[in-house]
């Protein structure tokens, strides 16, 4: 099972990032794509997530209002991460990952990660 993050980088407060994320040799269909995120000195913290068919989602609350997060409409094994009005803290490496539930249950494959970096 391979995860592949793409679209990180170096951005100011109040800007807006996309990260995406595709997942290939997934045992079977029905998976749930999401984000976890580690800051600097910190734990990994869940982001968001998906459910297969792109009809249920799950924030967390620092997520609420500022991330959506999408399954692609021509491809489900890839998943978007719209960010907006990124602040400092959300400064982190941004990791895809992959489990059974959207809302629950552990992590069972994840991605190398992706940097984003916010300045103020």
């Known amino acids: 099972v391979h995860l592949q993050e793409s679209g990180g980088g170096a951005v100011q407060a109040g800007a807006s990032l996309r990260l995406s994320c595709t997942a290939s040799?997934?045992?079977?269909?029905?998976?749930?794509l999401g984000w976890v995120r580690q800051a600097p000195g910190k734990e990994r913290e869940f982001v968001a997530a998906?459910?297969?068919?792109?009809?249920?989602?799950?924030y967390a609350d620092s997520a609420k209002d500022r991330f959506i997060v999408t399954r692609d409409d021509n491809d489900k094994n890839t998943v978007h991460l719209q960010m907006s009005h990124l602040i400092p803290e959300d400064t982190a490496v941004y990791y895809c990952?992959?489990?059974?539930?959207?809302?629950?249950?552990?992590?069972?494959?994840w991605g190398q990660g992706t940097q984003v970096t916010v300045s103020a």
């Open positions: 998906v459910n297969w068919a792109g009809t249920r989602t799950h």
């Open positions: 990952a992959a489990r059974v539930l959207v809302d629950a249950g552990s992590w069972s494959y």
């Open positions: 040799g997934l045992p079977f269909n029905d998976y749930s």
